[in-house]
């Protein structure tokens, strides 16, 4: 099964502002698109609570899967989203057996791209660079020395692509 990073990065480096805006205030209009299409071509996305708080709505044609310390806090919704506290490698593991998935999306935040990264668990990312400037938020945090670039896509003046392998 393909683990796959969808992240979005400010020209000055962060994912997410120091506050408790979301992406969404500062991602294109492509981006977002782009997010869409890549989604529901994968089917099934994990995220952490933060990033679910923030969509916090289910998605149509998408699977979500919440990794929280507290799933039973959460109502889930059958067929489309799921809280666990499962490690990322037991969580894959599940996911192989009883889904026999192709493929899942990682949309978010830092903690679980670290969490999965870490496990050496994701295969694939897809970087979208944003002309934005936050001056100050979550940093990414990862080593991109361990990623071998496969393509670039311009999706506008101020928006691109790079599609990465990551090398294990």
Do not use: C
């Amino acid at each position: 099964m393909k683990v796959t990073a969808l992240i979005a990065i400010s020209a000055d480096g962060f994912i997410a502002t120091a506050g408790d805006a979301s992406s969404l205030e500062w991602t294109s209009g492509e981006d977002k698109k782009f997010f869409v299409k890549k989604t529901k071509e994968i089917g099934t996305m994990i995220m952490g609570r933060k990033t679910w708080e923030t969509i916090g709505k289910p998605l149509m044609g998408r699977k979500i899967i919440v990794i929280t310390s507290h799933p039973d806090r959460w109502l889930e919704i059958k067929n489309m989203v799921e809280f666990t506290s499962e490690q990322p490698v037991d969580l894959i593991a599940r996911l192989k057996q009883e889904d026999k998935l192709e493929g899942v999306v990682l949309a978010g935040g830092a903690k679980l791209y670290n969490q999965f990264f870490h496990q050496g668990l994701v295969d694939d990312v897809y970087l979208t660079r944003e002309a934005a400037v936050l001056g100050e938020g979550v940093p990414l945090e990862l080593d991109e020395d361990e990623w071998e670039l496969l393509n670039t896509e311009v999706l506008s003046e101020a928006t691109s692509v790079m599609h990465y392998k990551v090398i294990k």
